[in-house]
């Protein structure tokens, strides 16, 4: 219903910041809320932020709480990962995802999802 794709990764020294895009092509965004997701080498999975429709609700992950932040412009169909004071355990393939019905944070809450951006963060 909604096409999601991923920017903004790439290679950063540890202390550093990255901004990841996650940009709809379709469908309308206001009506979802948006989530970010990564995957480490070797790890399942895991959830790392949320934004509700108007982006007023936000949730994140107890491992990124103080460097992480998620906004979206619905302007411009955009929801953004603020990723500040970078850690090598930060390393991951980072997935953005939309929700409309359901109201979890689990992977199976979500019915799209983008193609995926490296971020690497080097020691």
């Known amino acids: 219903q909604v096409q999601l794709v991923e920017s903004g990764g790439g290679l950063v020294q540890a202390g550093g910041s990255l901004r990841l895009s996650c940009t709809a092509s379709?469908?309308?965004?206001?009506?979802?809320?948006m989530a970010w997701f990564r995957q480490a080498p070797g790890k399942e999975r895991e959830f790392v932020a949320f934004?509700?429709?108007?982006?007023?609700?936000?949730h994140s992950a107890d491992s990124v709480k103080g460097r992480f932040t998620i906004a979206r412009d619905n302007a411009k169909n955009t929801v953004y990962l603020q990723m500040n004071n970078l850690e090598p355990e930060d390393t991951a393939v980072y997935y953005c995802?939309?929700?409309?019905?359901?109201?979890?944070?689990?992977?199976?809450?979500?019915?799209?999802w983008g193609q995926g951006t490296q971020v690497t963060v080097s020691s």
């Open positions: 995802a939309a929700r409309s019905t359901t109201s979890g944070l689990s992977e199976t809450d979500f019915f799209s």
């Open positions: 379709s469908g309308a965004f206001s009506k979802y809320g």
């Open positions: 934004a509700s429709r108007t982006g007023a609700v936000t």
